[in-house]
Protein backbone atom coordinates (compact mmCIF):
# COMPACT_ATOMS: atom_id res chain seq x y z
CA UNK A 1 0.00 0.00 0.00
CA UNK A 2 1.03 3.47 -1.01
CA UNK A 3 2.61 5.84 2.10
CA UNK A 4 -0.66 8.35 0.83
CA UNK A 5 -3.84 6.05 1.15
CA UNK A 6 -1.72 4.82 4.20
CA UNK A 7 -1.34 8.40 6.18
CA UNK A 8 -5.02 9.15 4.55
CA UNK A 9 -6.17 5.54 6.68
CA UNK A 10 -4.19 6.67 9.57
CA UNK A 11 -6.03 9.86 9.84
CA UNK A 12 -9.55 8.15 9.74
CA UNK A 13 -8.68 5.98 12.15
CA UNK A 14 -7.24 8.78 14.65
CA UNK A 15 -10.06 10.80 14.33
CA UNK A 16 -12.91 7.94 14.47
CA UNK A 17 -10.81 7.23 17.83
CA UNK A 18 -10.64 10.86 19.16
CA UNK A 19 -14.72 10.68 18.50
CA UNK A 20 -15.39 7.70 20.57
CA UNK A 21 -13.12 8.10 23.68
CA UNK A 22 -14.64 11.41 23.88
CA UNK A 23 -18.12 9.38 23.74
CA UNK A 24 -16.61 7.47 26.07
CA UNK A 25 -15.38 9.64 28.61
CA UNK A 26 -18.74 11.57 28.38
CA UNK A 27 -21.22 9.49 31.71
CA UNK A 28 -23.86 11.44 30.29
CA UNK A 29 -24.00 10.57 26.08
CA UNK A 30 -25.12 6.94 27.18
CA UNK A 31 -27.67 8.05 29.94
CA UNK A 32 -25.95 4.57 31.62
CA UNK A 33 -25.70 6.57 34.68
CA UNK A 34 -29.29 7.88 34.73
CA UNK A 35 -32.15 5.72 36.92
CA UNK A 36 -35.12 4.41 34.52
CA UNK A 37 -37.43 5.57 37.02
CA UNK A 38 -36.68 9.11 36.28
CA UNK A 39 -37.81 8.84 32.84
CA UNK A 40 -40.98 7.89 33.58
CA UNK A 41 -41.70 10.20 36.65
CA UNK A 42 -41.27 6.90 39.53
CA UNK A 43 -39.98 6.42 42.89
CA UNK A 44 -39.31 2.96 42.23
CA UNK A 45 -39.86 0.49 39.55
CA UNK A 46 -40.89 -2.59 41.87
CA UNK A 47 -44.39 -2.14 41.56
CA UNK A 48 -44.40 -1.96 37.32
CA UNK A 49 -45.25 -4.79 35.18
CA UNK A 50 -42.35 -5.32 32.55
CA UNK A 51 -45.00 -4.04 29.96
CA UNK A 52 -45.30 -1.12 31.32
CA UNK A 53 -42.08 0.20 31.28
CA UNK A 54 -41.38 -1.78 27.55
CA UNK A 55 -40.17 1.85 26.44
CA UNK A 56 -38.01 2.43 28.83
CA UNK A 57 -36.47 -0.87 28.74
CA UNK A 58 -36.04 -0.93 24.88
CA UNK A 59 -33.54 2.38 25.21
CA UNK A 60 -31.83 0.80 28.28
CA UNK A 61 -30.70 -1.70 26.24
CA UNK A 62 -29.81 0.38 23.19
CA UNK A 63 -27.74 2.62 25.44
CA UNK A 64 -25.84 -0.40 26.83
CA UNK A 65 -25.30 -2.02 22.84
CA UNK A 66 -23.83 1.41 21.41
CA UNK A 67 -21.69 1.59 24.53
CA UNK A 68 -20.66 -2.08 24.19
CA UNK A 69 -20.05 -1.43 19.76
CA UNK A 70 -18.15 1.48 20.83
CA UNK A 71 -15.54 -0.03 23.21
CA UNK A 72 -15.18 -2.78 20.35
CA UNK A 73 -14.69 -0.51 17.72
CA UNK A 74 -12.27 1.43 19.89
CA UNK A 75 -10.31 -2.03 20.17
CA UNK A 76 -10.37 -2.79 16.87
CA UNK A 77 -9.10 0.41 15.73
CA UNK A 78 -5.82 0.67 17.99
CA UNK A 79 -5.34 -3.41 16.65
CA UNK A 80 -5.25 -1.95 13.85
CA UNK A 81 -2.99 1.03 14.42
CA UNK A 82 -0.39 -1.28 15.37
CA UNK A 83 -0.75 -3.37 12.39
CA UNK A 84 0.73 0.12 10.47
CA UNK A 85 3.34 0.29 13.17
CA UNK A 86 4.46 -3.22 12.07
CA UNK A 87 3.48 -2.56 8.38
CA UNK A 88 0.95 -5.40 8.24
CA UNK A 89 -2.39 -3.30 7.70
CA UNK A 90 -4.20 -4.10 5.13
CA UNK A 91 -3.10 -7.42 5.11
CA UNK A 92 -5.65 -10.76 5.83
CA UNK A 93 -4.86 -11.72 9.42
CA UNK A 94 -6.40 -15.29 8.36
CA UNK A 95 -4.74 -15.71 5.02
CA UNK A 96 -2.75 -13.12 4.06
CA UNK A 97 -3.51 -11.78 1.54
CA UNK A 98 -4.16 -8.19 0.69
CA UNK A 99 -7.58 -6.67 1.88
CA UNK A 100 -9.88 -5.24 -1.20
CA UNK A 101 -9.09 -1.31 -1.04
CA UNK A 102 -13.37 -0.88 -1.18
CA UNK A 103 -13.41 -3.18 2.68
CA UNK A 104 -10.74 -0.77 3.95
CA UNK A 105 -12.42 2.50 2.58
CA UNK A 106 -15.69 1.06 4.37
CA UNK A 107 -13.71 -0.59 7.31
CA UNK A 108 -11.15 1.34 7.85
CA UNK A 109 -9.78 -0.94 11.29
CA UNK A 110 -10.80 -4.31 9.20
CA UNK A 111 -8.22 -6.93 9.75
CA UNK A 112 -9.61 -9.93 7.33
CA UNK A 113 -10.55 -10.03 3.96
CA UNK A 114 -14.33 -10.34 3.38
CA UNK A 115 -14.04 -14.32 2.61
CA UNK A 116 -12.64 -14.73 6.35
CA UNK A 117 -14.63 -11.57 7.86
CA UNK A 118 -15.79 -13.33 11.31
CA UNK A 119 -19.84 -14.13 10.51
CA UNK A 120 -22.16 -12.75 12.69
CA UNK A 121 -23.25 -14.61 15.82
CA UNK A 122 -26.49 -16.50 15.37
CA UNK A 123 -28.03 -17.83 18.59
CA UNK A 124 -29.29 -21.89 17.73
CA UNK A 125 -30.57 -22.53 20.73
CA UNK A 126 -34.25 -22.97 21.14
CA UNK A 127 -35.97 -22.81 24.39
CA UNK A 128 -36.07 -26.38 26.10
CA UNK A 129 -39.87 -26.18 26.20
CA UNK A 130 -39.87 -27.06 22.74
CA UNK A 131 -38.85 -30.16 22.69
CA UNK A 132 -41.17 -31.29 25.46
CA UNK A 133 -43.95 -29.63 23.52
CA UNK A 134 -42.97 -30.81 20.70
CA UNK A 135 -45.68 -31.29 17.84
CA UNK A 136 -47.79 -28.53 18.91
CA UNK A 137 -50.27 -29.53 21.35
CA UNK A 138 -48.59 -32.65 21.20
CA UNK A 139 -49.47 -34.10 24.50
CA UNK A 140 -52.66 -32.71 24.65
CA UNK A 141 -54.20 -33.33 20.85
CA UNK A 142 -56.76 -35.99 20.69
CA UNK A 143 -57.59 -35.75 16.83
CA UNK A 144 -55.63 -38.68 15.94
CA UNK A 145 -56.93 -41.09 18.61
CA UNK A 146 -60.39 -42.10 16.96
CA UNK A 147 -61.68 -43.32 20.34
CA UNK A 148 -61.19 -39.77 22.06
CA UNK A 149 -63.57 -36.92 21.66
CA UNK A 150 -63.01 -34.59 24.64
CA UNK A 151 -61.57 -31.06 25.08
CA UNK A 152 -57.96 -30.84 23.70
CA UNK A 153 -55.33 -28.66 24.00
CA UNK A 154 -56.29 -27.52 20.21
CA UNK A 155 -59.97 -26.66 21.19
CA UNK A 156 -58.62 -24.01 23.89
CA UNK A 157 -55.98 -22.52 21.51
CA UNK A 158 -59.07 -22.23 18.80
CA UNK A 159 -60.84 -20.62 21.83
CA UNK A 160 -58.32 -18.28 22.57
CA UNK A 161 -57.35 -17.89 18.89
CA UNK A 162 -61.33 -16.68 17.88
CA UNK A 163 -60.68 -13.49 20.06
CA UNK A 164 -57.63 -12.29 17.62
CA UNK A 165 -54.13 -12.46 16.78
CA UNK A 166 -51.92 -10.13 15.28
CA UNK A 167 -52.56 -11.75 11.89
CA UNK A 168 -54.83 -10.25 9.22
CA UNK A 169 -56.54 -11.67 6.15
CA UNK A 170 -53.22 -10.95 3.78
CA UNK A 171 -51.14 -13.11 6.53
CA UNK A 172 -52.31 -16.12 4.58
CA UNK A 173 -50.00 -17.96 1.68
CA UNK A 174 -53.54 -18.12 0.23
CA UNK A 175 -55.18 -15.45 0.56
CA UNK A 176 -58.57 -16.38 0.00
CA UNK A 177 -59.82 -15.14 3.91
CA UNK A 178 -62.46 -12.15 3.95
CA UNK A 179 -63.17 -12.41 7.34
CA UNK A 180 -61.63 -12.46 10.81
CA UNK A 181 -63.64 -15.05 12.08
CA UNK A 182 -61.95 -17.41 9.56
CA UNK A 183 -58.07 -16.97 10.72
CA UNK A 184 -58.12 -19.22 13.08
CA UNK A 185 -57.91 -22.93 13.57
CA UNK A 186 -60.49 -25.36 11.99
CA UNK A 187 -62.45 -21.90 11.75
CA UNK A 188 -65.42 -23.79 9.87
CA UNK A 189 -65.63 -26.28 12.40
CA UNK A 190 -69.18 -26.49 13.87
CA UNK A 191 -69.07 -24.84 17.43
CA UNK A 192 -71.36 -26.26 20.04
CA UNK A 193 -72.81 -29.48 18.73
CA UNK A 194 -71.23 -32.46 17.72
CA UNK A 195 -73.63 -33.61 14.97
CA UNK A 196 -75.56 -31.05 12.29
CA UNK A 197 -78.66 -33.09 13.59
CA UNK A 198 -79.73 -32.31 17.23
CA UNK A 199 -81.91 -32.47 19.64
CA UNK A 200 -82.59 -32.16 23.23
CA UNK A 201 -84.44 -34.59 25.04
CA UNK A 202 -86.89 -33.16 28.49
CA UNK A 203 -89.88 -34.63 30.52
CA UNK A 204 -92.60 -32.85 32.12
CA UNK A 205 -92.40 -31.47 35.35
CA UNK A 206 -93.36 -34.65 37.13
CA UNK A 207 -89.46 -36.57 36.03
CA UNK A 208 -90.90 -38.92 33.99
CA UNK A 209 -88.80 -41.04 32.01
CA UNK A 210 -91.01 -43.41 30.24
CA UNK A 211 -91.89 -42.90 26.57
CA UNK A 212 -94.65 -41.26 27.49
CA UNK A 213 -93.64 -38.70 29.24
CA UNK A 214 -90.05 -38.04 27.52
CA UNK A 215 -90.42 -34.96 24.55
CA UNK A 216 -87.54 -33.73 21.79
CA UNK A 217 -86.68 -30.43 21.30
CA UNK A 218 -85.75 -30.64 17.61
CA UNK A 219 -83.36 -28.33 15.86
CA UNK A 220 -83.60 -26.58 12.82
CA UNK A 221 -81.62 -28.67 11.06
CA UNK A 222 -83.37 -31.96 12.56
CA UNK A 223 -86.61 -30.14 10.30
CA UNK A 224 -84.82 -29.88 7.18
CA UNK A 225 -83.41 -33.13 7.31
CA UNK A 226 -86.85 -34.36 7.79
CA UNK A 227 -88.43 -32.27 5.04
CA UNK A 228 -86.13 -33.91 2.65
CA UNK A 229 -87.29 -37.23 3.64
CA UNK A 230 -83.56 -38.05 4.85
CA UNK A 231 -85.41 -38.53 8.26
CA UNK A 232 -88.27 -41.01 7.03
CA UNK A 233 -89.87 -43.23 9.85
CA UNK A 234 -87.92 -40.85 12.91
CA UNK A 235 -91.13 -39.48 13.76
CA UNK A 236 -92.97 -42.84 14.81
CA UNK A 237 -95.12 -43.03 17.89
CA UNK A 238 -94.09 -44.92 20.13
CA UNK A 239 -96.63 -47.60 19.37
CA UNK A 240 -95.95 -47.59 16.28
CA UNK A 241 -92.26 -48.12 17.06
CA UNK A 242 -93.45 -51.43 18.67
CA UNK A 243 -95.36 -52.71 16.33
CA UNK A 244 -92.87 -52.51 13.07
CA UNK A 245 -90.45 -53.83 15.62
CA UNK A 246 -92.50 -56.79 16.57
CA UNK A 247 -93.08 -57.31 13.00
CA UNK A 248 -89.75 -57.16 11.66
CA UNK A 249 -88.15 -58.80 14.67
CA UNK A 250 -91.24 -62.08 14.60
CA UNK A 251 -91.32 -61.28 18.25
CA UNK A 252 -95.31 -62.02 19.62
CA UNK A 253 -94.59 -60.17 23.19
CA UNK A 254 -93.84 -57.01 22.10
CA UNK A 255 -97.75 -56.82 20.35
Known amino acids: MDQRKLSRFRQRLMDEKRSIEQRLADSDHYSLMDQMSDSISEFSMYDNHPADVGSEMFEREKDLALYNLDRETLREIDQALKRMEAGKYGICTVCGQPIAAERLEAVPQAATCKEHAPAPVINQQRPVEEDFLQP ?20 AWQIVESWGTSSTP ?40 SPEHVR ?22 WEDYENERAEREGREDLL
Open 136 to 155: PFGRTSMDEQEDKNAFDGED
Open 170 to 209: FSFADNDKTSYEDMYIEADEPDGFVEPVEQIGYTDIHGGT
Open 216 to 237: FMRSGTFEEYMRKGEGVGNFLD
